[in-house]
């Protein structure tokens, strides 16, 4: 038999809250605001405390001023339509002749309406703007659907989307029927055809060692020839589409033509200079470093400079490029440079092991990067990948430089229109075009952040 | 016999990437005749030569004064095109050095603000960085230039910042300038003999101390020393140098009202609005990389360091920054690249920096393109080798000594 003590409790202890410093709105603010400005306990902590609410004050008091004079020049000072088309004088105070109040800041909306077209397409002809819309339909689609999880045939959707996408794009937007003669791409695809079979009669062993070895070379340069022509074939058919040339394209339509055709050519570009740069071969490896450094070396402007005034240097009399193009070979040339180190980088955190395992099971070296290295290092650069491609879209605004009229080349050139002449003019279009490249590069850069933390929870084991 | 060594000369991978590298070069030599030859062809159609004899017949263009056509005394119709390229180097250099000062301090600031414990701080970092860098750095140039700068007070106004002293207007920001006059030679020779001093002082203090455990006061007497010895040399040779401080006329012929040239020091807008953008823009990524390198270092450092009875300050100080700068130090420097490179935006408010004057005022009345833009290329990848060349130095001297 126990003798109760008297000191022990016979009930369970009750259960308190939790300290108010630590739970609830009121734990979080003190931990999160209030603990860091509240320490008098000695002169230093003091004046740190003091600081800190002063600091603190004055970035309310900053954010909130911000956040006010944006949402009043916005949205609440904002001018919203124009219903009897004065155009300018609606956004004109009384002083410059309008019916404003003098002192009024705000935006010009009616002013972006009127340019929107403008902003998104440029000159493109009105009644053929369906065919933008429907490459970005179907560029929208097929990317969601490349992207997003647990959809069938993702791997499928994205191959289309690399090849034939940018073919069907091409098309819809140019109009096609690009001149060049069907006899030509006929006996082109037939010296594919045979460069084709002489590579298999070699890979069979028909035409002795020397072929055996090179068979692969004349496979991939027939493939190559025939996949070349088969474009070209293509893009030479008559669809019945009225042709627009590259001078009437413009605004956002010109900035994601660039980004987009940018890094679509830059990935197998820099793939194939990041394997050169880290070749044994000392006249691969350094060629390609040379390359690679000289385009990370100079600015995308000088860049755009050289195409646009050297590039009609180095080819022949006669061959002429339109604007549009030079501007796209100098981009793909520097993003591929960018695109190469991010490989790198990938192909650097593969395990020696990797490639050591490839080899004991007898496998080439094309082999070992197209099925074991490649895949992995590719997967480990995703982030990076997208990181260069949210700076390369950025970047195509550098275009406007050099006289192509992408989105922000629109905006200035929307400015410059006196119909519509205001002091407030430039900061409408400003904000605008601001919105929409923040949409964009913070949606991809929240992508970016997705994928990493997804590929570092998969890669924890 | 014969086919087996014949066999064996092909699988031999030294041979056969040997073979492939004769291969790519001549590919490459093919290639570059190709294009050295259709360019002679391109230019002889053109009447074109090759030479750099355009560098020095006079230039006949007006640049906005800058640090550049100050340095280089620019004259129209005297100076030759040599100069321009040198104003345009000078003026690049400009914007970059206080770009990268600017950049350096906030980005320092606002990544540490990221990190702090206070949600307001730590919001107001976040929304900095995330805004400043998801916007072109070019639509940010023409905003500070176009929207913001354009809205100043026109030319025979101003608004005062420090009153006579710092004031601002459509033509620029004027600050007062120094008037250097003979002897104040002395005085820069007191300050480089004082940081000589100073260095010199510093390693002995150091040694004194591994051999001793004493301690020498070298923050207090080389501020004592520097400041000391210069201003010393200041007053004992007469004070040689003045401020001029801008004029500004409010009365007199309407045409003569507004700041006076001849006086102060004038900041043009365009090199204000280049430098605010480039400051800003590239501060938001500077940000990332400071959290990201004070992250980086593991937080059993700082308990360790308190273990052994270090203040917050020595802690951070000794421990935290050095292990956090190794880090922090090789994207800082692409950064600092990043920002030199990203200079040449300021062709499109027309700054007078390399790119603009050179690549393409000058060029356009030269029209010397190959020899020109290879100028202005070699700049550029000038300053890329050479920041290259400092990482791998500084890489080397900072690397990890594991055991």
Same mark, same amino acid.
């Given at each position: 038999m126990t003798t109760p003590h008297k000191y022990v409790r016979t009930e369970d202890a009750p259960l308190l809250p939790p300290p108010a410093t630590e739970a609830g709105i009121t734990g979080w603010l003190w931990q999160n605001i209030f603990a860091s400005m509240s320490d008098f306990q000695s002169l230093g902590a003091a004046i740190r405390s003091l600081f800190m609410i002063l600091f603190s004050l004055l970035l309310v008091y900053l954010f909130i001023d911000q956040t006010y004079g944006l949402i009043d020049f916005a949205i609440l000072s904002a001018v919203w339509s124009d219903p009897e088309g004065l155009k300018r004088e609606v956004c004109w105070t009384v002083q410059q002749g309008g019916s404003l109040p003098d002192g009024w800041h705000g935006a010009c909306w009616p002013f972006v309406w009127a340019k929107q077209k403008f902003a998104w397409f440029g000159p493109y002809p009105s009644e053929e703007l369906w065919r933008i819309y429907l490459s970005l339909i179907v560029g929208s689609i097929g990317l969601v659907w490349a992207l997003r999880e647990r959809l069938p045939y993702r791997r499928q959707v994205g191959v289309l989307m690399l090849t034939l996408y940018p073919l069907l794009a091409f098309i819809l937007l140019t109009g096609g029927n690009s001149d060049a003669s069907f006899t030509g791409i006929g006996v082109w695809i037939i010296v594919g055809l045979a460069l084709i079979s002489v590579g298999r009669m070699g890979a069979a062993g028909h035409l002795g060692t020397i072929f055996a070895e090179l068979a692969g070379i004349f496979g991939i340069v027939g493939w190559g020839i025939i996949a070349l022509n088969v474009v070209r074939g293509i893009v030479a058919v008559d669809f019945n589409l009225t042709p627009v040339g590259t001078g009437d394209w413009g605004g956002l339509l010109i900035t994601l033509v660039v980004a987009l055709t940018g890094i679509v050519a830059s990935l197998p570009l820099g793939i194939i200079l990041a394997l050169g740069r880290r070749s044994e071969m000392p006249v691969v490896s350094v060629l390609c470093t040379i390359f690679i450094e000289f385009w990370r070396g100079v600015p995308l402007i000088t860049v755009l400079f050289m195409a646009s005034v050297m590039l009609p240097l180095f080819l022949p009399a006669g061959v002429n490029f339109d604007n549009l193009l030079r501007a796209l070979i100098g981009v793909m040339l520097f993003s591929a440079a960018y695109m190469a180190e991010v490989v790198r980088g990938g192909l650097q955190a593969i395990d020696k092991g990797q490639y050591e395992g490839a080899q004991a099971m007898g496998l080439s070296y094309w082999q070992t990067m197209r099925l074991i290295v490649l895949p992995q290092?590719?997967?480990? @650069?995703?982030?990076?990948? @997208?990181?260069? /491609?949210?700076?390369? /879209?950025?970047?195509?605004?550098? @275009?406007?430089?050099v006289g192509i009229f992408d989105l922000l080349g629109a905006g200035q050139s929307a400015i410059a229109d006196a119909a519509w002449s205001t002091p407030v003019q430039a900061i409408t279009i400003y904000l605008y075009i601001g919105i929409i490249f923040f949409i964009f590069c913070f949606g991809m850069s929240r992508y970016s952040i997705f994928m990493e933390n997804k590929l570092s929870k998969s890669r924890r084991h | 016999m014969q086919q087996s060594s014949l066999k064996?000369?092909? +699988?031999? &991978? *030294?041979? *056969?990437? +040997? !073979? +492939?590298? %004769? !291969?790519? =070069?001549?590919? =490459? &030599? !093919?290639? =570059?005749?190709?294009?050295?030859?259709? $360019? %002679?062809?391109?230019? &002889?159609? *053109?009447?074109? $030569? %090759? #030479? !750099? #004899?355009? =560098?020095?017949?006079?230039? #006949?263009f007006q640049i906005s004064s800058t640090l550049g056509t100050w340095l280089f005394d620019y004259k129209v119709g005297q100076s030759s095109y040599l100069d321009v390229y040198f104003i345009g180097i000078a003026n690049t250099f400009l914007v970059a050095v206080l770009g990268i000062a600017g950049a350096t301090v906030l980005g320092f600031t606002v990544g540490i603000m990221r990190l702090s414990k206070n949600f307001i701080i730590r919001s107001f970092a976040t929304v900095y960085i995330e805004l400043l860098r998801n916007i072109p750095l070019l639509l940010q140039l023409f905003f500070w230039y176009f929207a913001v700068l354009r809205a100043l007070p026109s030319k025979r106004d101003k608004i005062e910042i420090i009153p006579d002293v710092v004031a601002m207007n459509i033509t620029g920001l004027y600050l007062p300038a120094p008037v250097i006059e003979p002897g104040f030679i002395y005085s820069v020779i007191a300050f480089v003999i004082a940081i000589i001093i100073t260095l010199v002082m510093k390693s002995w203090a150091q040694k004194r101390q591994f051999e001793t455990g004493q301690r020498f006061p070298v923050l207090w007497t080389a501020l004592g020393l520097i400041i000391g010895l210069t201003m010393l040399t200041f007053w004992i040779t007469g004070s040689p140098m003045n401020w001029s401080y801008p004029e500004f006329k409010m009365t007199g012929a309407i045409l003569r009202r507004g700041f006076q040239s001849g006086s102060g020091m004038v900041l043009v807008p365009e090199m204000l609005a280049v430098w605010l953008a480039l400051t800003l823009y590239t501060a938001a990524f500077i940000a990332e990389i400071v959290r990201a390198g004070i992250l980086a270092v593991a937080k059993g450092q700082t308990e360790a360091a308190y273990s052994i009875g270090m203040r917050p300050g020595m802690t951070l100080r000794l421990i935290i920054i050095p292990q956090a700068l190794r880090v922090i130090i090789p994207p800082l420097t692409s950064q600092y690249l990043n920002l030199t490179k990203n200079s040449s935006l300021a062709v499109a408010i027309a700054y007078p920096e390399l790119v603009s004057i050179f690549a393409g005022t000058a060029l356009n009345q030269v029209g010397k393109e190959i020899e020109m833009i290879f100028m202005m290329m070699m700049v550029y990848l000038t300053f890329s080798v050479a920041t290259a060349a400092f990482m791998n130095w500084f890489n080397a001297r900072v690397k990890l000594v594991e055991r």
């Open positions: 290092a590719l997967t480990h @650069v995703i982030p990076g990948i @997208v990181n260069t /491609f949210i700076g390369l /879209f950025k970047d195509t605004t550098l @275009v406007s430089i | 064996s000369i092909i +699988y031999d &991978a *030294r041979l *056969r990437g +040997y !073979f +492939y590298q %004769v !291969f790519i =070069l001549g590919c =490459l &030599a !093919f290639g =570059l005749w190709w294009l050295i030859d259709n $360019t %002679v062809t391109n230019l &002889a159609d *053109r009447g074109k $030569t %090759v #030479g !750099f #004899g355009f =560098l020095t017949e006079n230039a #006949g």
